[in-house]
Structure formats: structure tokens, C-alpha cells
């Protein structure tokens, strides 16, 4: 079986997504160690159910990455999908989504690349 060769962007989108994935399971972990918040502010268990959604959100987000680095297809079905969705949600929260956008944007420019699509099958 003959390797595919990996673009560059490939490589520069797996990245961003690997540190946009990391970031919420950090965020998780922290939560449930107890290090990102008072735990009376919330709620016994929306303290639990959070940082779950949160590792787990990164986890997927990992998988996900990894799908995108061996070119697969359904990786960049669902990193479409998820980045739409993305902005649509940072939309809503502007002007302090902006960052969220603009990242979400960039994902989306490199996933819709010519080099980027065909490596990925689609």
C-alpha cells in the first residue's frame, strides 16, 4: 500500500486542532482536581457533569486529529461539521467570540484547501 503524502496545511490544521483539544481537557481535569473554581459556585452535580463534557469534548477533538493526520474522510466530515458549528456559536457570543471566529475560520480555510481535501479523500 503506497503512503499518501501528507500537505503541509495538513500538518499546520492537525496542530490547531491538537492544542484546541488539549485546551478543554486541561480545563476538565482542573475542575475536577478542583483548581479552576470553587466547587460552592456550583452545583454538586453540574460540578461533576461539566468537566466530563469538557474531556470528553477534548478527547473527541484528539480523535479527531488523528483521523485528519492518516487522511481520513470522516475526520474531515466531522471537523467541517464541528467548526460550522464553531462559528455559529461564537457568533452568537460576539464581540468576545471574535478570537473564536477567527480560529474557527482559519480551521475551516485549511480544511476547504484543494491539497487538504484531496488527501482526505473528499
Not at 500538518?11 to 478543554?24: D, E, G
Not at 477567527?102 to 484543494?114: E, F, K, Q, S, T
Amino acid at each position: 500500500m503506497s503512503e499518501k503524502k501528507r500537505p503541509k496545511v495538513v500538518k499546520i490544521l492537525v496542530l490547531i486542532v491538537v492544542i484546541a483539544s488539549i485546551i478543554p481537557i486541561l480545563a476538565g481535569v482542573m475542575m475536577l482536581t478542583g483548581g479552576a473554581y470553587e466547587g460552592y459556585f456550583m452545583q454538586e452535580l453540574l460540578s461533576q457533569i461539566l468537566p466530563t463534557y469538557y474531556v470528553l469534548v477534548g478527547v473527541i477533538g484528539l480523535v479527531m486529529a488523528w483521523g485528519l493526520w492518516a487522511g481520513r474522510g470522516w475526520a474531515w466530515v466531522i471537523a467541517l461539521i464541528i467548526f460550522i458549528i464553531g462559528i455559529i456559536m461564537d457568533l452568537v457570543t460576539l464581540p468576545t467570540g471574535i478570537v473564536g471566529v477567527v480560529i474557527d475560520a482559519i480551521v475551516l480555510y485549511l480544511l476547504m484547501r484543494p491539497d487538504t481535501r484531496k488527501f482526505c479523500g473528499k
